[in-house]
């Protein structure tokens, strides 16, 4: 019986760690199909950007609808969605290009440090992140608030505040995903994992965009 319970523990393992790899595999793709938008759509107008940011999010929502009838669907779907994202955000990519190109760098080593050990802290712990997670995306809701505000209202600081918010934030939610992908076993799962994660990833950058960008003025 220790024998049986000892290959399904094996078993278990040997399915997170395959989970965690196609994830990370689907993660390295849209982040490179990301950067290939944002390097064909560095020219493109506001307008543009803001049809394939909707044009992006339809692509995610397809995802929760594909995955339940074809995981090749989905994963084609996601490679949209890091496409569509690219040329969303290639205008604003640019501008920081030709008017803080340092913040751009400063930015991506930050969210890569950032990434790597909040979602280390996440894939070790043995600590249910639920309730953090929870906690984490009603703040979210209440960050996307505070933001609107500040186009309104101008608050002293206003940016850096919603900069280090926003990264208390997503360290939850970093570490919560992760933490999924050790628990989970389910390698159909993955494509929606990598969606999320990916999100994960290009929020933080954002935010320390804004931050680096504020910082070095």
């Known amino acids: ?4 319970a000892s290959a399904t523990g094996v078993t278990s393992r040997d399915a997170a760690h395959s989970l965690f790899a196609q994830t990370m595999q689907y993660v390295a793709t849209t982040t490179g199909l990301f950067a290939l938008g944002a390097y ?44 569509l994202m690219g040329l ?13 190109p340092a913040a751009l760098w400063q930015a991506g080593g930050a969210t890569a440090l950032f990434v790597a050990g909040f979602g280390a802290a996440g894939y070790a712990t043995r600590r249910d992140l639920t309730a953090i997670a929870r906690i984490a995306s009603w703040a979210l809701i209440a960050l996307i608030v505070f933001g609107i505000v500040l186009i309104f209202v101008q608050i002293p600081g206003g940016a850096v505040i919603y900069s280090v918010l926003g990264l208390l934030i997503f360290a939850g939610l970093v570490a919560f995903d992760f933490q999924r992908l050790r628990r989970s076993t389910d390698l159909a799962s993955a494509p929606l994992m990598a969606a999320s994660i990916f999100l994960d990833i290009l929020n933080v950058f954002l935010l320390f965009l804004q931050l680096f960008s504020r910082t070095s003025e």
């Not at 019986?1 to 049986?4: N, V």
């Not at 929760?64 to 969605?81: K, M, P």
């Open 1 to 4: 019986m220790s024998t049986a």
């Open 40 to 83: 064909l759509g560095r020219d493109l107008h506001g307008a543009i950007g803001i049809i394939a940011f909707i044009a992006a999010f339809g692509a995610l929502i397809g995802m929760q609808f594909a995955i339940r009838r074809s995981v090749g669907a989905a994963v084609a779907l996601l490679s949209a969605f890091g496409l």
């Open 88 to 100: 969303a955000i290639a205008p604003t990519l640019a501008y920081y290009a030709a008017a803080d």
